[in-house]
């Protein structure tokens, strides 16, 4: 599905009423509270800075209208730090619904459940019509560090032939299953490989979790450069 800059959007924070905060006299909230758990949940831990980022200022743009946001997402993407052409549009889509799926937003507007899926075009027959070699997938199946649902990750990996190699997605596969080990992941948190490649995470930055000081003073300074 594609979207125009001027798609009305709806985002709103889950658990709202923790991250409240009202000075006396005041309805509009001036500051949220981040608590010290934050640096050790798990979901913030596996985050990558630009979902990271993203769920901070959206918190931010929630004390606008007690707990939600809504506008066009060309408007909303600006904010994000996203840019507004459709590859920025397309990204910011991306990371939405990677909170949502975390549990940490509520997006309306938005198909947040397919915002992955390459968009159809000419250039993009069906899945039957593409070919594609067996032995590209047996590279990316055995780099990746979580094997299940193989046939559904053909099915998604086909897809994803698209628009990028099967070398690119075998060298991602391997960069991922190395960051899976750096950071001692059990398999059971670790994305199947048909998300995965659904998701188009072979795009994504991986970065060491952060620790409990940088996590804190991270937010701190996304908070300081939001309001300026």
Known sequence: ??????????VTAVNWDKHQHYQKGQKRMVWLKLYATTPTDYKIKTMNDRDFRTLM??????????GSWSGELGELADTLGFATNPDGLRKCVKS???LAEKGRLHVEGLDVENAQEPLKSAENPPVSEIKVDDEGF????EAYP???GKSKAFEKWVIA??????????????EYAKWCAKT???TRYMKNPATWLHQGC???QLDSPMSSSKSLQSAANVLKDFHG
Do not use: G, P, Q
Request: charged share 35%.
């Open 184 to 186: 001692e992941m059990e």
């Open 1 to 10: 599905m594609s979207y125009s800059d001027e798609t009305k959007v709806t």
């Open 146 to 148: 979580k094997k299940c």
């Open 202 to 204: 072979w795009e994504d």
């Open 161 to 174: 032939r698209r628009n990028v190699s099967h070398e690119t997605l075998t060298a991602k596969a391997k």
């Open 96 to 98: 939405l619904s990677t």
């Open 138 to 141: 047996d590279a990316f199946w």
């Open 57 to 66: 200022l959206v918190l931010c743009m929630c004390c606008e209208d007690i």
